[in-house]
Nanobody, 115 residues
Framework: QVQLVESGGGLVQPGGSLRLSCTAS????????MGWYRQAPGKQRELVAH???????NYADSVKGRFTISRDNAKNTVYLQMNSLKPEDTAVYYC?????????WGQGTQVTVSS
């Protein structure tokens, strides 16, 4: 079964940094545009950033200049470097294709920004 596994979340103070990883079980994902999504309590899941197979990136306005998405196709892995974190970045972060597939949602990784 095709899987996407997220890791790297945790508790961090405001202004801190985290790097999230998303590893795919199959190399076919290197052909897809991949995205990082997040869902905060009581809110809808939103797209945070995405990266095409060729490396073109795009970001939500709320994270532009603070987050960087990248990919290492040799490792079937997509990363999200998050700097200058704010309490409003607190959420469960997921990776998926873009547009997303209902078949690929994983467990996500919790990011909590708090002092």
């Amino acid at each position: 079964q095709v899987q996407l596994v997220e890791s790297g979340g945790g508790l961090v103070q405001p202004g801190g940094s985290l790097r999230l990883s998303c590893t795919a079980s199959e190399s076919i994902f290197t052909l897809y545009t991949m995205g990082w999504y997040r869902q905060a309590p009581g809110k809808q899941r939103e797209l945070v950033a995405h990266i095409t197979s060729g490396g073109t990136t795009n970001y939500a306005d709320s994270v532009k200049g603070r987050f960087t998405i990248s990919r290492d196709n040799a490792k079937n892995t997509v990363y999200l470097q998050m700097n200058s974190l704010k309490p409003e970045d607190t959420a469960v972060y997921y990776c998926n294709t873009r547009p997303y597939s209902l078949n690929y949602w994983g467990q996500g990784t919790q990011v909590t920004v708090s002092s």
